[in-house]
Structures are given as structure tokens and as C-alpha cells.
């Protein structure tokens, strides 16, 4: 495989032109199952294989779980802010940094598997409830001055579940773990 089919076993996201209602359940749903599929992947992995990097120089399978956790609870928060105050400047985070701290390097997958059921499950609620006006609002990213709508970042973080996903999935099939 290629470094670049190593990075991006799914493709990079892809926003459609025009975000339709069936879309967006699509991807409700891929947010709503990612804690249950994540953790059926994981569950009977070793810690060495919990500290097997998915591709050379990439981060091993343990920092992909904790940054999963940390990248989501971000988005809830962004979507709550989006949806709160208007179109707010969202706080960005270096993941690469986070990744590099003892919790995301050293520490048992079970805290951030647990994070990741609430999140999600509050976040399902949150994003089966909002109305058409509220699919439009929208949060300013300061690094680039990117205007992003919450119904793009629901398509974002379902392909973010997927994507991280595909790594640990990946892995193990050539690894011949399963």
C-alpha cells in the first residue's frame, strides 16, 4: 500500500454540493454507532498491539482511540457554540501535541472508549433534534478563516469516525490479527 492509501484508507471527505436530509441521517448514524464499532475493533487487542503504529511514522493505534475522544469532544463543543452564539471563533487545538501527551501515549484505551460512548450518545440526541436553520449555522476556524456550517461538519466527523476507523480496521487485516 501506499503512504497516501495508509493515510486515507476511506479518501479524504468529500463535501456533496448539496447536503440532502439523507445525507445528513447517513452520517447521524456513523457518529451514532463509532463508540460501539470502535470498541468491537479494539476490545481483544494486546497493549502491544494497542502501541502498533496503523503506518510508518503515523500514530499507534492507542493515540488514535485517545484522539478520537479529544477530536469529539471539540467538535460537541464547536456544535454547541455554532448553535448558541453567532457564528462564533472556535478555539483550535494542536492534535499532534495532544497525541504527544502521557494520557494519549501511555494511558489504558478504556477512559477514552467511555468518553467517547457519552459524547456520542449526547451528540446523536443534539444533532437528531435540529431544525433546518440550525443545520446552517456556522463557526469561524481561526487558523485559515474558514467558515464551516454545522451540517458540513456532521459529514466531517461521520468521515472522522470512518477514517479512524479504517486505520485500526486496516491494520489488523495486514497485520492478520483478526
Known amino acids: 500500500m501506499t503512504i497516501e492509501a495508509l493515510k486515507y484508507p476511506i479518501g479524504k ?19 451514532s454507532s463509532f463508540p ?4 468491537n475493533e479494539v476490545k481483544l487487542l494486546t497493549n502491544e498491539q494497542l502501541d502498533t503504529p496503523y503506518r510508518p511514522g503515523g500514530w499507534r493505534i492507542r493515540q488514535v482511540i485517545h484522539h478520537c475522544a ?6 460537541l463543543t464547536r456544535l454547541k457554540l455554532s448553535l448558541t452564539e453567532d457564528q462564533p471563533i472556535i478555539k483550535p487545538y494542536d492534535e499532534k501535541r495532544w497525541a504527544e501527551l502521557s494520557d494519549a501515549k501511555d494511558m489504558p484505551i478504556e477512559p477514552s ?12 440526541v443534539l444533532l437528531h433534534n435540529l431544525n433546518e436553520n440550525e443545520y446552517g449555522r456556522s463557526f469561524v476556524h481561526p487558523e485559515n478563516g474558514q467558515i464551516l456550517r454545522v ?3 456532521i459529514g466531517l466527523y461521520a468521515w472522522h469516525c470512518n477514517h479512524h476507523l479504517a486505520h485500526i480496521t486496516t491494520l489488523k487485516k495486514r497485520s492478520h490479527w483478526n
Not at 471527505?13 to 457518529?31: G, M, V
Not at 472508549?113 to 446523536?124: F, N, P, Q, S, V
Request: no cysteine.
Open 36 to 39: 460501539e464499532r470502535l470498541k
Open 70 to 75: 479529544d477530536s469529539h469532544m471539540n467538535s
Open 151 to 153: 451540517d458540513e461538519t
Open 113 to 124: 472508549l467511555k468518553i467517547l460512548e457519552g459524547i456520542h450518545e449526547r451528540w446523536t
Open 13 to 31: 471527505f468529500e463535501k456533496p454540493t448539496i447536503i440532502s436530509r439523507n445525507h445528513l441521517l447517513k452520517w447521524i448514524q456513523d457518529i
